[in-house]
Each structure stands twice: as structure tokens, then as C-alpha cells.
């Protein structure tokens, strides 16, 4: 009976103490995502990052776990006549686990630990305008490769106020599958491909991002 108060006694303490702080915040940032690996560094330059998220506090304002869902996406114009352009797109879900180690009066520092698991995909578009009709046509294909994994980012990120930036590195080395058409058409012509190509998809991030509170504080 004496343990059972103790014990309820601590949670009334730590509800009446998370109950003076913030227990949520919606969080979305957005910035570059520059490849690291020259399979992709050589056709893409820089693509995008965006993330977008629920943050929760589980620890006096220190350690975070934020759920969140996001896109890495790199695009580049490989043709101007028709706007034909490569896309090499990621969707992502995941934990962000943060933990403040340095806490200022206008700032804070935390080390942060992404775990994601994300859907690639690797495709072309294209867009032409007919003079005559006034109207523009905008076409997707097939992807020419998808693939799957679970990546792993280590980064820094420093809030100042309700805004803050962040750096990270993510590792992402997906299982990748080519399009069996494309299999089919290279076989018709006497060349063989790899079915399962290795792929290195793995990228330095920085990104700017926006802090709205939720809850009490």
C-alpha cells in the first residue's frame, strides 16, 4: 500500500510538472538535400528536403520524440523542347529523437537521431504547350527504378526562439528493383541489366524550420 502512494504520489508530480510546459508542437522545416554519393552526385546537383511533424516533450523540456513524414527530391531539365526532366523522389517516415544539452536564454542546442523508412522512386516528366490550342500537356512515365530501406541521419540542430536550423547526414542505401519493362527492352536488344542495382542515396541535409507550440506551457 505504502509503495502504491509512492508511487502515485510521483505521477501527480511529473503530470503537475509536464502540465507547466509545452507537451506538443507542430514542426515543418524545409531546405537542401545535396547528394553524397556520386551515383547520384553526378546527374543531380541539389535537391529538396522538407519534413513535417509532431514533437512531443517526454522530458522537462529536454529530450523530444517527434513522428513526422517528409520528401527528399531531386529533379534536374534534361531536355528544354519539351521540358522533359529526371526526378530521383524519396518519401520518408520516421522518429526524430532530440535531446538539449545546451539550453540559453535565447537559444538551445540538441543532437538529433532520424530513423526513417522510405520509398524511392526514380521517373521522368515532361510538359509541351500547343501554340494553337493554348493549352499545355504535362506527362509522367513509369519509374525506372523503385526501391525501399530504412535510413539512419545523425545531425545538430539550434533553436532560436520559434525558429530553428538543422544539419544532418543520412544514410540510405535502398533495395532497388529496375522496371521490367525496361529489363524486357534492354533483353530484346542483346544487353543485359542488372535487375537489383546498388544504389547510394545518402545526403547532407540543412534545413530552416518553424516551432508552433501546442498545449500548456
Not at 517526454?58 to 520528401?71: A, H, I, N, R, T
Not at 547510394?200 to 498545449?215: D, Q, V
Request: glycine letters at 6%; a neutral charge.
Amino acid at each position: 500500500m505504502q509503495k502504491m502512494k509512492a508511487i502515485t504520489l510521483v505521477l501527480l508530480l511529473c503530470g503537475s510538472s509536464a502540465l507547466g510546459q509545452n507537451l506538443m508542437s507542430f514542426e515543418m522545416d524545409a531546405g537542401a538535400a545535396l547528394p553524397m554519393h556520386r551515383n547520384v552526385s553526378e546527374v543531380f546537383n541539389v535537391g529538396l528536403n522538407i519534413n513535417l511533424g509532431f514533437a512531443f516533450n517526454v522530458m522537462q523540456e529536454k529530450l523530444y520524440v517527434k513522428p513526422y513524414g517528409g520528401v527528399n527530391w531531386y529533379f534536374k531539365e534534361i531536355e528544354d523542347v519539351n521540358s522533359v526532366t529526371e526526378h530521383m523522389r524519396t518519401w520518408k517516415a520516421g522518429v526524430e529523437t532530440r535531446y538539449y544539452y545546451i539550453k540559453k536564454e535565447k537559444w538551445k542546442l540538441a543532437p538529433c537521431l532520424n530513423i526513417n523508412y522510405n520509398w524511392s522512386t526514380n521517373y521522368y516528366s515532361s510538359s509541351s504547350y500547343n501554340p494553337f490550342s493554348n493549352q499545355t500537356t504535362n506527362s509522367t512515365s513509369d519509374s525506372y527504378l523503385e526501391g525501399t530501406g530504412i535510413s539512419i541521419a545523425l545531425g545538430l540542430r539550434v533553436d532560436i526562439d520559434n525558429v530553428y536550423i538543422k544539419v544532418d547526414y543520412e544514410y540510405f542505401s535502398p533495395d532497388v528493383k529496375v522496371h521490367q519493362a525496361i529489363l524486357d527492352e534492354a533483353a530484346s536488344q542483346g544487353i543485359t541489366v542488372d535487375p537489383n542495382p546498388s544504389l547510394n542515396l545518402s545526403s547532407l541535409n540543412l534545413t530552416l524550420g518553424y516551432i508552433l507550440p501546442i498545449g500548456k506551457k
